[in-house]
C-alpha cells in the first residue's frame, strides 16, 4: 500500500494557511485537518500541539527565515550592527508583506504584547539582538559612559517595543508597497537608544512601558 504523505513543518504551515485563507476560520479539529490533507494525525503532533501553537510560531518562522536569508549579507566584516538589524527587519517584512492576508487573519485585533503570539517571537528576537555588537552603533559610540555600558536587557526591551511598534505600524500602513513602514522603521530604529540617554526622557519611557503593558493586557 502506497505510503500516506510526507508530512513536515513546513507542509503544515502551508497546508493549515491555506486552510484559513479559503475557509476563514480555523480547521474543525486535527483529525479532520490531517484527513482532509491525508497524512495521519499523529504525525501532525510530531510538530505542533495545536492550531494555536501553528499560530504562534508563524511570525517565528518568518523572523528565522529573514535573519538566514540576511546572513548572507550581514556575515561580512564591513556590514555595521545597525545595518545588520536593518537587512533583518527588511527582510522580515517583505516576507510580512508576501504574506499579509495570513498574518492580518491570524493576528486580528491581537496586539504583539498579548502572550497568545508574543512570547516565542519574542525570544526569538532577543536571540537575534544579542548577536549584534552595541559597541560599533554610532550612536553608542557618542553617549555617555552608563549609556555604553546600558544593561543587556534594557536595550533588548527597547529594541522589542520598537519591533512591535513596527509590526502594528505595518498592520495599519496603506501606502504603497507599505513603504512609509520601511520609512518608519529607519528613522525608529534608534529611539529606544535616544530616550534612554537624557533622564528625564528616561523616566517617561519607563512609564510608557508601563502604560503600553497595561493597556495590551486589558484589550
Given at each position: 500500500m502506497e505510503k500516506e504523505n510526507l508530512i513536515?513543518?513546513?507542509?503544515i504551515f502551508e497546508l493549515y494557511g491555506d486552510y484559513i485563507l479559503n475557509h476563514g476560520e480555523r480547521p474543525k479539529n486535527i483529525y479532520r485537518f490531517a484527513k482532509e490533507n491525508k497524512f495521519e494525525e499523529k504525525d501532525f503532533y510530531n510538530y505542533f500541539s495545536s492550531?494555536?501553537?501553528?499560530e504562534k510560531s508563524m511570525l517565528v518562522n518568518l523572523f528565522d527565515q529573514s535573519v538566514a536569508l540576511a546572513s548572507e549579507v550581514n556575515n561580512s566584516d564591513e556590514i555595521t550592527s545597525k545595518e545588520k538589524l536593518l537587512n533583518v527587519y527588511f527582510i522580515f517584512f517583505e516576507n510580512m508583506t508576501m504574506n499579509r492576508s495570513l498574518v492580518l487573519m491570524i493576528l486580528g485585533s491581537?496586539?504583539?504584547?498579548?502572550?497568545?503570539?508574543?512570547?516565542?517571537l519574542k525570544e526569538t528576537h532577543r536571540n537575534f539582538i544579542k548577536t549584534l555588537d552595541f559597541n560599533d552603533f554610532e550612536m553608542i559610540k557618542k553617549a555617555k559612559e552608563?549609556?555604553?555600558?546600558?544593561?543587556?536587557?534594557?536595550r533588548e526591551e527597547a529594541l522589542w517595543i520598537h519591533f512591535v511598534s513596527s509590526i502594528e505600524f505595518w498592520k495599519k500602513d496603506t501606502s504603497p508597497s507599505f513603504e512609509k513602514t520601511d520609512v518608519f522603521i529607519e528613522k525608529t530604529v534608534d529611539t529606544g537608544f535616544e530616550l534612554m540617554d537624557n533622564e528625564p526622557l528616561r523616566k517617561v519611557?519607563?512609564?510608557?512601558?508601563?502604560?503600553?503593558?497595561e493597556k495590551f493586557r486589558k484589550s
Open positions: 513536515t513543518e513546513e507542509k492550531f494555536e501553537q501553528i491581537d496586539k504583539l504584547h498579548s502572550p497568545k503570539l508574543s512570547n516565542h552608563d549609556m555604553k555600558n546600558l544593561h543587556e536587557k534594557a519611557i519607563d512609564l510608557g512601558k508601563f502604560l503600553f503593558k
